[in-house]
């Protein structure tokens, strides 16, 4: 094994110790990316997901968004998180109807378990992909499960939000670094800046943008 290989798999190991030791060592109303209720995205997704559609939510960790779909019920949903921890407490929280939705537990670089999707739902993961090979990996996943005509909805940092999240660097992206980001197999539909407060009372400036897969 060459000594880039070794780095690869200490990177990645890494980014699942680090999740792990998040989901367990903080209550999910702690984390700083906590929100009460995923009132963006709904609003999104009432109007780009259609009756019965395919929705995975990458990254969703302890997000109330699969509790608002699953009650809605209409929907064919997944949550991705590489946090088992995560997963566990979302599924504990929905109780029974934790079986009406689909989980993986994976790195969204490199999971092989991605079917077809109308909506891929994103906030607050894309900008910690720093790294232009795990960028490229997410995007291949993207473009590949997401059906003609599908929406990418996602939600990063900002230029003018903060450096790190979680401790870790991130990318920031406006709406026109994130169009360039993706290239032209997707355009623009919508974006808009959004202010998050923390459960520290801090504020937290981000990117909104959602896509149509052309
Ligand atoms: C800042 S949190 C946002 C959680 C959720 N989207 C929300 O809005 O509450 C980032 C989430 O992405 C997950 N994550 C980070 N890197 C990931 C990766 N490479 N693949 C899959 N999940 C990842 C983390 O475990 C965490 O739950």
């Known amino acids: 094994m060459d000594k880039s290989q070794l780095s690869s798999e200490k990177t990645e190991l890494d980014r699942f110790a680090h999740w792990e030791n998040v989901y367990s060592s ?22 780009m997901l ?56 994976e790195d969204i670089t490199e999971t092989r378990q991605l ?40 939600a990063t940092f900002s230029p003018d939000g903060p450096e790190k999240c979680s401790g870790l660097p991130v990318c920031r992206y406006s709406p026109e670094e994130l169009e360039a980001t993706l290239g032209c197999e997707f355009r ?5 800046q959004h202010n998050h407060l923390t459960p520290s009372g801090k504020t937290q400036r981000f990117t909104l943008a959602a896509f149509q897969k052309v």
């Open 188 to 192: 623009i539909v919508t974006s808009s």
């Open 50 to 105: 259609p009756q019965g559609g395919r929705i995975i939510d990458v990254g969703g960790g302890a997000s109330f968004l699969v509790d608002r779909l699953v009650s809605k019920g209409t929907w064919d949903i997944t949550v991705l998180d590489i946090s088992s921890t995560a997963i566990e407490h979302t599924k504990r929280r929905l109780g029974d109807a934790e079986s009406n939705v689909s989980w993986i537990c």
């Open 115 to 154: 079917r077809t999707y109308d909506v891929w739902h994103d906030r607050a993961v894309f900008h910690f992909l720093t790294n232009p090979i795990d960028r490229q990996a997410y995007l291949d996943r993207l473009n590949e499960s997401l059906s003609s005509g599908g929406y990418f909805i996602v």
């Open 26 to 47: 903080k209550l999910t109303t702690e984390v700083s990316w906590f929100e009460t209720e995923p009132t963006t995205a709904l609003r999104l997704l009432e109007h």
